[in-house]
């Protein structure tokens, strides 16, 4: 079988193929692939990667401005403020070395307040970045020791002189690769929505203004209190604002679905019948287990936490439930961990970029 690019409506470079289905150099040989170019509706491991339903798994932290009740406490000007933001980076370090044990991926939403403190923090004491991770900074560091496990983020609240893009600067001034990611933003009520203007390069507020900031996905799409979360599983590029759950395939934007943004330490730490705080994983693993979940669409979720209250207890909590819940369902194959940006390339390359816009809710 081999086919030309110019003839195949879905033909694809054959790294982008293995980049998303995990095959590297060395696991397969070129030699026993049909052609440099392929048709994904053809080629043999995609069709073993559509031979069933699979749910795309990825953990999410956000960390937020002063007004933040969880946050706050971090970001005080006296010793026990200090000693808080450094507790809260080991134990963001901890965290980070739990989930590697699992295999999960990590997106890890930083705003502006959190990535300030922690930068003046390292520069008044530089023996706590000396003592912990070889002088280099806490973002900087958890990237180069997890590499394509973790994603660090720009999250963000507007204010009158910080906008993403002045949180994106801040993440490429430590040297972290840009990632593209909208972590978090307003979807409802459409005339709350505030999504559109990330079709278009943003320019800063504050940083030079060679700082732009291009989006390649939005993720966490909200409203005012969570009163109406778009909590669909799957990947689609929103029409507009007041059409933000129907599909365009002529738009420049796509979204990954939270599949349910609830946080997962307060399903786990509750009553656990509490079903209302179940995890979007859990109701996509209630639907394949009864094969209502179709295989050739992409489904998306998402594990919630927050990283300014993350203590070790909860840390412990996490490794629990991802051991006897999680785990298990990755070695079956019903959940792949992948982060957004291989969330996209899967969309694309195993999914012909069909979109999915699974159990979105009705907002008034
Ligand atoms: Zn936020």
């Known amino acids: 079988m081999k086919t030309h690019l110019s003839r195949c409506g879905h033909a694809i470079p054959l790294f982008l193929l293995n980049f998303a289905l995990g095959v590297f150099p060395g696991q397969a040989r070129a030699s026993e692939l049909p052609s440099r170019y392929i048709r994904i509706t053809t080629h043999p491991l995609v069709k073993a990667i559509r031979s069933k339903p699979r749910i795309l798994l990825t953990v999410v932290t956000h960390n937020e401005q002063a007004s933040n009740v969880g946050c706050a406490p971090l970001y005080e000007s006296?010793?026990?403020?200090?000693?808080?933001?450094?507790?809260?980076?080991?134990?963001?370090?901890?965290?980070?070395?739990?989930?590697?044990?699992?295999?999960?991926?990590?997106?890890?939403?930083?705003?502006?307040?959190?990535?300030?403190?922690?930068?003046?923090?390292?520069?008044?004491?530089?023996?706590?970045?000396?003592?912990?991770?070889?002088?280099?900074?806490?973002?900087?560091?958890?990237?180069?020791?997890?590499?394509?496990?973790?994603?660090?983020?720009?999250?963000?609240?507007?204010?009158?002189?910080?906008?993403?893009?002045?949180?994106?600067?801040?993440?490429?001034?430590?040297?972290?690769?840009?990632?593209?990611?909208?972590?978090?933003?307003?979807?409802?009520?459409?005339?709350?929505?505030?999504?559109?203007?990330?079709?278009?390069?943003?320019?800063?507020?504050?940083?030079?203004?060679?700082?732009?900031?291009?989006?390649?996905?939005?993720?966490?799409?909200?409203?005012?209190?969570?009163?109406?979360?778009?909590?669909?599983?799957?990947?689609?590029?929103?029409?507009?604002?007041?059409?933000?759950?129907?599909?365009?395939?002529?738009?420049?934007?796509?979204?990954?679905?939270?599949?349910?943004?609830?946080?997962?330490?307060?399903?786990?730490d509750a009553d656990p019948s509490d079903i209302d705080n179940r995890p979007g994983v859990e109701k996509l693993l209630a639907a394949l287990d009864t094969g209502s979940l179709d295989p050739n669409l992409i489904y998306t979720a998402a594990l919630f936490l927050d990283q300014c209250t993350l203590t070790s207890t909860e840390i412990g909590t996490l490794d629990t439930y991802l051991t006897s819940t999680i785990d298990p369902r990755v070695a079956a194959g019903d959940i792949v961990w992948a982060g957004f940006s291989e969330i996209l390339k899967r969309w694309s390359v195993v999914y012909a970029e069909v979109p999915n816009i699974y159990d979105p809710v009705a907002c008034p």
């Open 78 to 268: 006296t010793r026990a403020g200090e000693a808080a933001l450094k507790a809260n980076r080991q134990n963001t370090i901890a965290f980070a070395e739990m989930l590697k044990t699992h295999g999960a991926k990590y997106q890890l939403q930083t705003d502006y307040t959190y990535f300030d403190a922690m930068q003046a923090l390292e520069a008044r004491y530089p023996s706590i970045a000396a003592s912990t991770t070889g002088g280099v900074s806490l973002f900087p560091y958890l990237e180069a020791t997890h590499e394509t496990g973790i994603s660090i983020d720009p999250h963000n609240h507007a204010t009158a002189s910080i906008n993403i893009a002045d949180v994106n600067d801040r993440l490429k001034s430590v040297g972290l690769p840009e990632s593209g990611v909208v972590g978090g933003f307003l979807a409802y009520p459409a005339a709350r929505a505030d999504w559109a203007q990330y079709g278009t390069p943003v320019a800063p507020l504050t940083a030079p203004a060679t700082s732009t900031f291009q989006a390649k996905v939005l993720w966490g799409g909200a409203s005012p209190n969570h009163t109406c979360d778009p909590n669909a599983s799957g990947v689609w590029k929103p029409k507009d604002e007041a059409n933000f759950q129907t599909h365009d395939s002529t738009a420049h934007l796509p979204v990954i679905g939270t599949g349910r943004n609830v946080k997962v330490l307060d399903y786990l």
